[in-house]
């Protein structure tokens, strides 16, 4: 537990995750009926730019700084104004209370997520570290819609699953302190979650230093039985050093349909933006497309009696 996030709140990983996170939440805001949130690894909920952890790495200056040019648009390739997903995202940072002045504040997952939820949707935020637990608990005590777990996400997924709005989001979101043995934690994680909520939408972010660290989870991911699997990935550097975050990459459990339509333009812009030497190579394609359940049985049998 000595993961803090308040040193790499706003990097390139952050900005890929909560982009892809709004348009999950948008895709959800599509449909009336209330939603759930579930974010089985919340942190604290909001990180100042300007504090001694997050100036201590500087990792947002290469994420959510390059963001910040007033001719952004330009430099993403994009003409004079960014894809409508990622200019939406930023506006919704830049209007939080305390940042007026420009950017100061980087809000959480949790924080992003209130402030695209509405009236009638809840969330339910897990956080095993005390002090980041409280607070969270501090940011949200007036909002009712936001309830806090100091526990274990993993094992509070047992007891939070289906949610009672029966439709909604789980983001799993860990430090990867244990390393390769997380990948292990989510899968066993996610497996149970299927089972209790088999169409909930999963989003689970991962780290990418070495692509082979990372290979046996995507396969996992291809047969774990969701429908659709989505993967969106950004690499600022080459995938073949252990030593650094060479990139991260979300992964979309039942997405939300044409949510690839939707993240294509978005990611083309991050490349530009947050490529470092070079624009960053990024993917997004299917793990898995077919209809989950048991196996259909062929037709040719059929067609074969009947003849
Ligand atoms: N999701 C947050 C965001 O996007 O703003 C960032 C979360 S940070 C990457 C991971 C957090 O998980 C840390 O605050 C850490 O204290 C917490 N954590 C570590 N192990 C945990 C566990 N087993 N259950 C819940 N939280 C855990």
Redesign the pocket.
């Known amino acids: 537990?000595n993961?803090?996030?308040a040193y790499?709140?706003g990097n390139f990983a952050?900005v890929l995750?909560?982009v892809v996170?709004t348009a999950l939440i948008d895709a959800l805001k599509a449909k009336p009926a209330p939603f759930a949130v579930i974010?089985?690894?919340?942190?604290?909920?909001c990180?100042a730019l300007e504090g001694q952890e997050a100036e201590k790495t500087g990792e947002w200056r290469e994420g959510i700084g390059r963001l910040l040019f007033p001719d952004v648009g330009a430099r993403a390739g994009t003409g004079s104004s960014l894809p409508p997903l990622l200019r939406h995202w930023l506006d919704s940072l830049l209007a939080l209370p305390g940042n007026q002045q420009g950017l100061k504040l980087y809000?959480?997952?949790?924080?992003?997520a209130a402030n695209a939820m509405r009236a009638g949707d809840s969330a339910q935020l897990?956080?095993?570290?005390p002090e980041?637990a409280t607070r969270l608990r501090e940011l949200f005590h007036h909002d009712k819609r936001m309830h806090v777990h100091q526990?274990?996400?993993?094992?509070?997924l047992k007891g939070l699953l289906p949610p009672k709005e029966k439709r909604g989001l789980v983001?799993i979101?860990?430090?990867y302190?244990a390393q390769e043995a997380e990948y292990r934690l989510i899968e066993q994680a996610l497996k149970a979650a299927l089972v209790r909520w088999p169409t909930g939408i999963y989003a689970v972010?991962y780290p990418i230093k070495l692509r082979s660290q990372v290979q046996p989870f995507l396969r996992w991911l291809g047969h774990c039985g969701a429908r659709r699997v989505l993967r969106a990935e950004l690499l600022v550097h080459p995938d073949d050093s252990p030593l650094r975050l060479n990139g991260s990459g979300m992964a979309i459990l039942n997405a939300p349909w044409k949510l690839d339509e939707t993240l294509r333009e978005p990611l083309r812009a991050m490349s530009r933006l947050l490529g470092q030497e070079r624009p960053a190579e990024w993917r997004l394609d299917w793990l898995a497309e077919e209809a989950a359940g048991p196996p259909q049985p062929s037709p040719l049998p059929h067609s074969r009696s009947r003849r």
């Open positions: 537990m993961y803090r996030h790499h709140a952050d995750k909560h996170l974010d089985t690894h919340a942190g604290s909920g990180y809000p959480g997952s949790p924080l992003q897990c956080e095993l570290h980041e526990r274990d996400g993993y094992e509070a983001l979101d860990p430090p302190e972010w």
